[in-house]
């Protein structure tokens, strides 16, 4: 059962990627992990925006769909992984937002700027 949603997952973070590469996003990490956490897809675009991007999968919108399952707990292990990213990266930004895509029955929809964080320290 685990190995079917990993590899559901997995079609999902390939159907998001393409999308992402398609509005013209550079592709920077996929599946980027730590102690703190796993982020699905890290991106840069024109304006050196780094964007991290949380893929969520589901079959049906019941219980509320993906974008429930980012709830307060999951955005809080999202941002320290995030944390964790650039300072290990060292990378160069002008901003950071975090965005959701969302797989539901095929259909992919991009929220940006989904969530913010007011005092991420790196």
């Not at 675009?45 to 999968?57: L, R």
């Amino acid at each position: 059962m685990f190995s079917f949603l990993r590899r559901q997952g997995n079609i999902a973070e390939d159907q998001a990627t393409q999308y992402l590469k398609e509005k013209g996003y550079k592709i920077l990490e996929r599946n980027f992990a730590c102690k703190m956490g796993e982020i699905d897809i890290i991106v840069q675009d024109e304006q050196n925006t780094i964007i991290f991007v949380e893929v969520k999968q589901r079959k049906t919108n019941l219980f509320g769909g993906g974008l429930a399952a980012v709830n307060k707990a999951k955005q809080r292990r999202i941002t320290l992984t995030a944390a964790a990213y650039i300072k290990k990266t060292k990378i160069n930004y002008t901003a950071l937002r975090f965005d959701i895509i969302t797989v539901t029955a095929g259909v992919l929809q991009h929220y940006e700027n989904a969530f913010s964080v007011n005092n991420l320290t790196i």
